[in-house]
């Protein structure tokens, strides 16, 4: 079978800026993650072998010259030496890999080791179950280029002209690599029309969250932070404070910029609880993954209020699985509150016609800050009860001191 993943840097952003900030705070943290799929998937015999096959490719796949001189171009918030040195030195390690599949078909994957190497699987992961899945269940070979790129055109049309800002953040469950290509062409063909059409009183568009294909379409490349942060953090300095400090040690590591923090690990009010002036002012907004969103955006409102912040000078990034009518309405519940902007993924990328979506993730499930520390499992609680994931008796635990 044909190798999925051919590029070092299809990947999104997010992966690099963490890892960065992973060298700078935890070089030399151990971590482990497990691989959820929410809809519990039997998998076709034979899966694992087919993804691991698929994966253990990746040891040859390295950083070119190109993606180099793109990275320090497009990203001066990254030092020359992690990009030209680190990562050009880099090799993804399949032995930290784990993968098997029981009698019914369900997947069992965790990576294990240093955590800015494991760092890197993620996305590389679920792109490639969610392909390598979508070829066995013999969708690839019922896809029509032509349908669906006037799909994701006549998707791009409505976008804009809904005056939305948004970019594409559909790596991770996309339904291949060349489909979210031309998710990304169509996405960009119709903005230049809808633009020319309403005289650029339209939306937005704001590229993509992959570094590749934002190298090769010369768009901007989106992406900050990830859950992960915090869930570490929370073994390191506990529920009260994970936020805080993760947001003190990334404003050190970048200085102001890269900076939407996304602040529904352990939900919203132990974030809202200890959020000082300081932080509010570096950060330049926050990404709202979970929770009903007029109901957030009503809390980062009267929270920026009452540190004495205008709203309108900070950004909201939704991000929670939206499709272009949901967006729209939260863009008109919006106006005149904050700055909006949206992040779409499988909406994008993987709505293609007579073909199921998946529903899987890789989260971070355990941690130590040393080799020679304890480990700790590390949780998410999440604004929507569906999305908690980690150890159920810490979890449960969590819940129970948050809500006291």
Known sequence: MRQIINHFTDNDLYTFTCMYYVLQKYP??????????????????????????????????????????????????????????????????????????????????????????????????????????????????????????????????????????????????????????????????????????????????TGTSNVYFAMKKGIPCLGTMSHQCISFEEIVSGVFECNYNVMNKWSEVYDGNVGIFLYDCFGDRVFFNNLSKRMAMTFSGLRIDSGREEEQVDLIVEKYKQLGIDPMTKQAVFSNGLDIARAIEIHRYCEGKIVDSYGVGTFLTCDVIGCSPMNIVIKLVRGRITESREWHPCVKLSCDKGKTLGDKQKCDYLVSVLNR
Not at 81 to 100: A, H, K, Q, S, Y
Not at 165 to 174: A, F, N, S, W
Request: glycine residues 8%; contains cysteine.
């Open 28 to 205: 030399r943290a151990e971590t482990e993650y497990s691989f959820f799929d929410r809809n519990r998937t039997c998998y076709p015999k034979g899966f694992d072998a087919l993804l691991r096959e698929q994966l253990e490719h990746l040891a040859e796949v390295t950083i070119t010259d190109e993606e180099r001189e793109y990275m320090t171009s497009a990203f001066p918030f990254l030092p020359y030496w992690f990009i030209n040195v680190f990562l050009r030195g880099f090799r993804f390690n399949p032995t930290e890999l784990t993968i098997t599949q029981d009698e019914e078909g369900h997947l069992d994957i965790s990576v294990r080791g240093k955590w800015w190497s494991t760092i890197i699987w993620e996305m590389p992961i679920l792109a490639t179950i969610s392909e390598l899945m979508h070829i066995l269940n013999g969708d690839a070979e019922k896809y029509d280029a032509d349908a669906e790129y006037a799909k994701s055109f006549d998707k791009g049309c409505q976008i804009w002209r809904g005056g939305l800002t948004l970019g594409d953040m559909g790596t991770r469950r996309r339904f291949s690599f060349a489909h979210q290509e031309r998710v990304i062409d169509a996405l960009m063909q119709s903005y230049r029309e809808v633009k020319d059409e309403t005289g650029g009183q339209c939306g937005r568009f």
